[in-house]
Nanobody, 115 residues
Framework: QVQLVESGGGLVQAGGSLRLSCAAS????????MGWYRQAPGKQRELVAA???????NYAGSVKGRFTISRDSAKSTVYLQMNSLKPEDTAVYYC?????????WGQGTQVTVSS
């Protein structure tokens, strides 16, 4: 059973930084890709950033240049470094892992950016 556990969310002022972590119960090398999604109240869940098993990364236009996704295979953990946070970044952030045709999700972690 694959489990993903997020941590690192919280309340931060605009312009501040947070680092989210997603610890997997199996080696992250097993996954085809991992990523971070977010969902704000009343909005659809959207992709924030993703990294493939080959190391290619992809970012939403709204976070490009501010957020960085990285992974530590030894710790089976994927990170999302978020800098220059804006109030519109407020959302629940979810970790996602893709293994062949299956999608796995974490429980989510709240990020709130105050103006």
């Amino acid at each position: 059973q694959v489990q993903l556990v997020e941590s690192g969310g919280g309340l931060v002022q605009a312009g501040g930084s947070l680092r989210l972590s997603c610890a997997a119960s199996i080696s992250i090398s097993s996954f085809n890709a991992m990523g971070w999604y977010r969902q704000a109240p009343g909005k659809q869940r959207e992709l924030v950033a993703a990294v493939t098993s080959g190391g290619s990364t992809n970012y939403a236009g709204s976070v490009k240049g501010r957020f960085t996704i990285s992974r530590d295979s030894a710790k089976s953990t994927v990170y999302l470094q978020m800098n220059s946070l804006k109030p519109e970044d407020t959302a629940v952030y979810y970790c996602n892992a893709k293994l062949r045709l299956l999608d796995y999700w974490g429980q989510g972690t709240q990020v709130t950016v105050s103006s």
